[in-house]
């Protein structure tokens, strides 16, 4: 079975830092692209970045462009998310996708991100 | 880049169809075959149902269907049911990916 399952999520101050991981079973990771989408409280889908295959192309939204780096162990069959200099409006759920044919299938179940004093 | 205008809400009575539209501009919806749809029930993930415009996943109901004319793709859902009741998403692909800002189809 396919899946992805995201974690490292949590409470965080605003400027603070975070590394969120996202570990995928039942595919070969280092055949596709992978992307970062998050979802603020009550609000809508976002795309936040992709990365592609053997992690030599990375892409951001540009509301996070600078702050965050997507990356990849394909050894490890694990995505990560490193963010830096968090604000309030990073508060989301953050999930993990593979990326078919430029569509996200499937999705992680999402770990949450608080930013905070 | 701008999120693509979905409507807010749509409802429809079981056994009825519905559709939802997704306006974008030349430079996403417009450009390439690449919108995708995405279903997402309340505290679940989103769960793709349409790719490539039109294309159904396997697994996926055939009472989902997908078009695009111009800028502006359409989700149709044929003989409502209750479980159809979520939140849709339209998103395509334009160098990056974008949004919709979501739909909230209620089954009354």
């Known amino acids: 079975e396919v899946q992805l399952v995201e974690s490292g999520g949590g409470l965080v101050q605003p400027g603070g830092s975070l590394r969120l991981s996202c570990a995928a079973s039942?595919?070969?990771?280092?055949?596709?692209?992978m992307h970062w989408v998050r979802q603020a409280p009550g609000k809508g889908l976002v795309w936040v970045s992709r990365?592609?295959?053997?992690?030599?192309?990375?892409t951001y939204a540009d509301s996070v462009k600078g702050r965050f780096t997507i990356s990849r162990d394909n050894a490890k069959n694990t995505l990560f998310l490193e963010m830096n200099s968090l604000r309030a409006e990073d508060t989301a759920i953050y999930y993990c996708a593979r990326d078919v044919r430029r569509s996200l299938d499937p999705w992680g179940q999402g770990t949450l991100v608080t930013v905070s004093s | 880049q701008s999120a693509l205008t979905q409507p807010a809400s749509v409802s429809g009575s079981p056994g009825q169809s519905i559709t939802i539209s997704c306006t974008g501009t030349s430079s996403d919806v417009g450009s390439f075959n690449l919108v995708s749809w995405y279903q997402q029930h309340p505290g679940k993930a989103p769960k793709v149902m349409i790719y490539?415009?039109?294309k159904r996943p396997s697994g996926v109901s055939d009472r989902f269907s997908g078009s695009k004319s111009g800028n502006t793709a359409s989700l149709t859902i044929s003989g409502l049911q209750a479980e159809d009741e979520a939140d849709y998403y339209c998103?395509?692909?334009?160098?990056?990916?974008?949004f919709g800002g979501g739909t909230k189809l209620t089954v009354l």
């Open positions: 998103c395509s692909f334009a160098g990056s990916w974008v």
């Open positions: 990365i592609n295959s053997d992690g030599g192309s990375t």
């Open positions: 490539e415009d039109s």
């Open positions: 039942g595919f070969t990771l280092s055949h596709y692209w």
